[in-house]
């Protein structure tokens, strides 16, 4: 028996606005409990909501970069339902007219692209948060989550494995970190995943039965929870049961899912526009703003990079694909500094360094504005690039300024062509049997007199001057 | 509007009926049911429903943080509280 | 001195003319009310209150309305002061902030004596579903002052205070005020901000006021009226002075009668009022037109779609979890609910929040609350028309004069039919008052002028030069005069 896999996936990406959706209380993650709680978020009685501008803006900037339709009137509704983190009783989402409509987005498996379409994505508030395990018969809530703007993105059941599915979910997350449309941090619960999953017989036009699994936050989770699901309902269906539609966990310590308690009655969310909101209209020159401010999308850059300033392609990928390290990329680099060696330097010498203590760039010492003093220091000869990474070491402990390490530690490169000559002659002088050996035709030797040549003056000769000048002597 | 719907539409409101007011209520309900049932004789096609009478739009804030912590207020006054929480009885997922 | 059934005006006068203090006024006010039998307040705000009016006195406030005390409907968050809405949910219940329309009036210099009785959570026509117990009418204690906002009503009605906040839905103020004789103004949807008024259904709620006379409703909703940043629904035209065109002449206006508000199966007292309130304005130079608004028969159904539809989401946050009431010995967090609100809400709030959730339950939006909204449509292009044709719209207020405590409280849909008159202009959002034209069986009726969007100056004009031409608005309980 033959089976295939249709899964479409349902991201809440939280928007990285500073205020909530609906209120101004702040977004930031990890604050004390229940200390970012407004009037409107506790839904107290008299309360209204009113829109955040910014909230559209991302919303809108993460369509046009998916190609989707954007409805410059959306609506807002209400999906009524109870529960202790839902402080209203009732959700306010964009169920009949969403900002977003249509689009797609390209993934890469193995080397093959594939399209998967996007069915829409709307502008919901986020709920509070229930914590269970904090009394052994009492659950607490905690709402400082309440009233935060998701982004919830449905694909379109276009998926075909687990593996589809991580490549989307990596492909959405480099694409909304990469607009400042949301953080990414998956670990914080920013960017959330549903997937719906179901299987049917090779060749079956129609859908099998599709069970839902919730709130899965690791791509590592992502691709475990579906496999353990596919391989559920495979058996299931061999068996010749039938799979039950239903809402599933992933339990990561076991890795299976299991079903969430089902209700009595199912859930009749009676949507209805919601009456303290009205039509929410984008101008068309507010949408002309929001075109103009749309940052440049990793491939472009990465295009840019490689005919304008001439990168080797790998690295032109890898600095474009981070937001952090394009930027400060982009601000190190000026008409006085090598892009190549820029490049070179942030994703060798910098990329070890980053990996290393587990941060990202604008976390370390090194700033954009010392990077390129020290590109420019190597440009203009003052150091040589070997130098350069010693120099490069140093700032990343102390932060200190590149100018005041090479002063301080007398880093400066040697010119002077005469004071390396005399160095040069010292060395020969000083090992008349390689020298000997050497023209014996022992070319290797050449790079132990130059690594004596550096010794001698702790790497801070001119290297190309070394080589000239010991290649003249030599000769 | 039989039993059920009654049972049904209140578990969704979070109601229960007292048994002696139950076959009031669901004799009312049905009554109110069939006077606005009124409104399905009439002839709505191409009317655009109302969702506002001055037909305007939402206004849009700006995205600045503009809010007290009031959590020593909003636990005080709840029904059951700790130093940081609402509590309620225990939620199984 | 006695300052019961003074009005706003005259209270403004003796204060600026210190006949006496404000300190005084608000003793007496609640002198007054302590002897009053009419149930009309639920809470009294006696300390800062009296505090407040020793500001005025020493000089520390000003403003149109200072140290004049006021009652505020129970229905607005008044900061540290509870504020119940009606229900035993909210029964204790002390709200952290200020409603807009509170907020206002304060600044103003006005001060708050106490929240007034009310329908639970707006739900009614008679205040007979507070769970603080029935309002009484002060012309008959046995009879209904009117609803919901029957406690702010029967309070100026009394001569309690002269002016007094309500809110209206589907009539929630013109029909008390017309039933307890007194003047009673609802805005422009829109006109007043909705920010901490406890919302029934929003897109049908607006707040207003009670006074004594046309005049006083306008300096009242001077200050009521406001653009509001906290309200997406509230309109950003520039504020209005109500009173500043309140004497205009009426000559050659036009006013427009209902052909489909049949009142001839009223009683003969409403229909001889009605008539004689004509001849008044015939006199003072404006004429009658017919208008027909075919689709206001609409009205009463459509309304109980979309309001109970509304007000069973709107209710939904109270559950026992944040605030307001929660039950004992629950098992879990279910009980919690169910038993939480079905003790915490009255029978008529449960009924309409069942309707609200039928309504809207899957498979039925389309049949009603769609259909509801666009029969609200319909009905809004009836106005626009008619406005078109006409000044003003005039009807009797509520059909009959007020009827006893407890008759009408068996079948829901007769106390519906008491907002007939009254629920389009809601279902609309056009402006709307009521104020006193006679009596039927020694009790008052009011008359009812509608206006056009944002023409509440113009509505306020016609009932001003009505009341400066009768004495109507000038008897209470005490005159001994109600023929």
Known sequence: MSWETVIGLEVHAQLSTNTKLFSSASTKFGSEPNTQVDLVDLGLPGVLPVVNKDAFKKAITFGLAINADINQESTFDRKNYFYPDLPKGYQITQMTLPIVEGGSIEINVDGNIKTINITRAHLEEDAGKSIHDAYPDKSVIDLNRAGTPLLEIVSEPEISSAKEAVSYMKALHQLVTFLDVCDGDMSQGSLRCDANVSIRKVGDSELGTRTEIKNINSFKFIEKAINFEIKRQIKVLENGDKVIQETRLYDSLKDETRPMRSKEFANDYRYFPDPDLLPVIISDDEMDEIKDSFPELPNDKSKRYISELKIDENEAQIISSSRELSIFFELAVDSESDPKLAANLLVGEIGSLLNKDNIKINESNLSSDNFNTLLKRISDGTISKKIAKTVLADIWDSGKDADEIIKNQGLVQIQDESIIQDIAQKILEANPDQVAAFKAGKDKLFGFFVGQVMKETQGKANPKSVNDILKKLLS | MDNKTVETISYLARLKLDKDKKDKITKDLENIINFVDELQDINTDDVTPLANPLEKTAPKRKDFVNSKDRKEVFLENSPQSDQDYFIVPKVVE | ?483
């Open chain 3, 1 to 483: 001195m006695s300052i019961k059934y003074k009005t706003l005006s005259e209270l403004k006068e003796l204060l600026e003319k210190k006949d006496i203090s404000s300190f005084e006024l608000v003793e007496e006010t609640f002198k007054n009310i302590s002897s009053s039998k009419t149930n009309s307040f639920i809470t009294l705000n006696e300390e800062v209150a009296l505090t407040k009016a020793k500001e005025f006195d020493q000089g520390e406030c000003e403003g149109d309305l200072a140290g004049l005390p006021i009652a505020q409907k129970d229905l607005f968050c008044t900061k540290n002061l509870r504020t119940t809405c009606g229900s035993r949910i909210l029964e204790n219940f002390i709200p952290p902030y200020n409603a807009t329309v509170v907020e206002n009036l304060s600044k103003a210099g006005s001060i708050c004596v106490g929240k007034t009785n009310m329908d639970e959570f707006a739900m009614g026509s008679s205040n007979e579903t507070s769970y603080f117990g029935a309002v009484k009418n002060p012309w008959d204690l046995e009879r209904v002052p009117g609803g919901s906002s029957g406690g702010s009503a029967a309070a100026v009605a009394e001569g309690l205070v002269c002016a007094a906040t309500g809110t209206d839905t589907g009539g929630s103020i013109r029909q008390p005020a017309a039933l307890c004789g007194i003047t009673g103004i609802k805005p422009t949807y829109g006109r007043a901000s909705r920010w901490g008024m406890i919302a029934f259904a929003s897109s049908l709620d607006q707040a207003g006021a009670f006074a004594r006379n046309a005049e006083d409703c306008a300096l009242l909703l001077n200050h009521i009226c406001s653009h509001d940043e906290k309200d997406s629904t509230s309109l950003s035209n520039d504020k209005e002075n109500y009173l500043e065109n309140i004497n205009n002449d009426l000559k050659g206006k036009k006013i427009g009668i209902v052909k489909e508000f049949d009142i001839s199966n009223l009683s003969k007292e409403v229909q001889d009022s009605f008539e004689q309130s004509k001849k008044i304005f015939e006199s003072l130079g404006a004429n009658f037109v017919e208008v027909s608004m075919p689709n206001i028969k609409l009205s009463v159904p459509t309304y109980y779609v979309v309001a109970p539809a509304e007000c069973s989401s709107n209710l939904s946050r109270f559950d026992g979890v944040k605030y307001g009431y929660r039950a004992e010995n629950v098992n879990d967090l279910e009980d919690l609910y169910i038993k939480s609100r079905s003790e915490g809400f009255g029978d008529e709030v449960k009924r309409r929040i069942l309707i609200g959730t039928y309504v809207l339950s899957a498979g039925f939006y389309d049949a009603y609350y769609k259909k509801a909204q666009q029969s609200r449509r319909m009905i809004k292009n009836d106005f626009v028309k008619a406005f078109s044709e006409v000044d003003v719209i005039m009807s009797p207020s509520s059909p009959s004069s007020a009827f006893k405590i407890g008759s009408k409280t068996e079948d829901p849909i007769e106390m519906y039919l008491e907002d007939l008159f009254t629920i389009s202009s809601n279902l609309a959002g056009v402006p709307a008052m009521s104020i006193p034209h006679g009596f039927s069986k020694n009790l008052p009726i009011g008359l009812q002028l509608i206006g056009n969007y944002l023409e509440e100056s113009e509505i306020l004009n016609f009932a001003h030069q009505y009341q400066k031409n009768t004495d109507w608005h000038i008897r209470n309980p005490d005159s001994g005069d109600n023929s």
